[in-house]
């Protein structure tokens, strides 16, 4: 099931990422004393008490002369209350309550999203010099006084938050139900491909870059087999991103990720593979998604006997982290090629749900180091003593050795190449884990 989405907002230079980076325990959002530095969306996945959610940092509230602040507060946090679960409405305690304070605090309090008012740069805790009751004129509740900067007190608010979080939901589909995300950049095709698989027009084409916002979900039944196919919004560069409902529509399409089984990863032909290609290829392997990749409009291309072969090194080199990923040219809009798709779909999941027996693995290992014996540091040699499959979706191997030290990444490479030569995996990422074992 996807993470719910934990929204902070408030205007400039309260401490929103400030805070942001204190939830996720890492330095991921700029901090400088300065309003409007954090000018682009920041997500990251957290955890609090065993609950885990996925926290934006929404950049406040930019104004512009030219326009009335209110109508600005108004856009930001409703955008922003769009997409979460529950909203973390920061404020200034050391400046005391802004007319901008009160203008969120209108329209948040005419939701239904639960909403933690945050008062930050608190530095006195003693309840006689609380310098924060004018917040309660904004009529959403008992200020949670911290200071972000040092920590203090944001333990408390943390367990007020999470009790707050949905509890994760019955997933509605079957377990035999494959879910695919059909994710890329803007106008690659993504929602013509889906009305390519069903033969009639399910989601809505345009050549406009967004035009999906949501990301939505059309079962289909194929050869007996169920599907859910899951058009996502386009995704972006940040710094491409200048219409604020299209910023947040990238988590749309990270929460359709989350709760996927496949990837179909479209690329442009007439553009190839972009940066931000690698990007979103990037998170879904990072997930464990099996992935296909899907060339589309490949029509367009004029093409000679090596063309393809090309475009194929083109897309080895570029994305090399998931060279195990299976390619396909279609052009959705023909059709050709189309039913290729769902047959790698197959394919790749049963890949990414492939279990071998220990025996096989421990076997695979031991001709493994005959043929190529682990490397040595000072004397000494790397052994694994015992190996096992611990999962699958993505195929999870834990490997017993004398020290994980001793284990450098070319070896463990060697080792993934060593098992997809044996055992297939196309299309799933390998994961290997390292368990120190004293004795033989």
Request: overall charge negative; cysteine-free; charged content about 30%.
């Amino acid at each position: 099931m996807p993470k719910p989405i934990v929204a902070i907002v408030g205007r400039p230079n309260v401490g929103k990422s400030t805070l942001f980076n204190r939830i996720v325990r890492h330095r991921v959002a700029i901090v400088e004393d300065q309003p409007g530095i954090t000018r682009d969306r920041l997500y990251f996945d957290a955890e609090w008490n065993g609950k885990e959610f996925t926290l934006i940092d929404t950049g406040g509230i930019e104004f512009d002369e030219n326009d009335q602040i209110t109508a600005q507060v108004r856009k930001q946090a409703e955008i922003a209350i769009a997409e979460a679960d529950v909203i973390l409405f920061v404020v200034d305690a050391r400046a005391g309550l802004h007319p901008t304070d009160a203008d969120v605090a209108e329209v948040l309090r005419k939701t239904e999203k639960p909403v933690l008012l945050v008062a930050n740069k608190v530095e006195h805790f003693d309840t006689l010099k609380i310098p924060y009751y004018d917040f309660y004129e904004l009529g959403l509740g008992d200020p949670i006084p911290v200071s972000a900067a040092e920590g203090m007190n944001t333990g408390d608010m943390l367990d007020q938050l999470v009790e707050l979080l949905p509890d994760a939901g019955e997933e509605q589909y079957d377990d035999d139900t494959i879910k695919v995300a059909v994710i890329g950049r803007p106008n690659v095709g993504k929602s013509t491909l889906v009305n390519a698989i069903f033969g009639d027009e399910r989601v809505i084409v345009s050549d406009v870059p967004g035009t999906t916002r949501d990301a939505i979900d059309t079962p289909i039944e194929r050869g007996g087999k169920n599907y859910v196919l899951i058009d996502t919004a386009g995704m972006r560069r940040r710094k491409k991103i200048e219409e604020p409902a299209e910023r947040y529509s990238v988590i749309r399409s990270l929460r359709a990720v989350d709760r996927s089984d496949v990837v179909l990863m479209i690329i442009d032909a007439s553009q190839g593979v972009t940066e931000q290609d690698k990007r979103i290829v990037g998170y879904a392997e990072e997930k464990g998604r099996a992935i296909v990749l899907v060339v589309n409009k490949w029509d367009l291309i004029e093409k000679d006997d090596k063309t393809m072969l090309r475009f194929n090194e083109h897309i080895r080199e570029a994305l090399g982290f998931v060279r195990y990923a299976p390619i396909v040219y279609i052009s959705a809009l023909t059709k050709k090629r189309v039913p290729r798709v769902l047959e790698l779909v197959d394919y790749v999941a049963e890949q990414h749900n492939l279990r071998i027996a220990t025996s096989n693995v421990n076997q695979l290992v031991r001709e493994a180091m005959q043929q190529n014996p682990p490397p040595s540091d000072k004397g000494r040699r790397l052994k694994i003593l015992y190996a096992m499959q611990g999962g699958v979706a993505p195929p999870t191997f834990i490997l017993f050795v004398n020290d994980p030290e001793l284990m450098h990444f070319s070896y463990m490479r060697y080792l993934e190449n060593f098992f997809r030569s044996s055992y297939g995996f196309e299309g799933t990422p390998i994961r290997f884990y390292l368990r120190k074992r004293e004795k033989e």
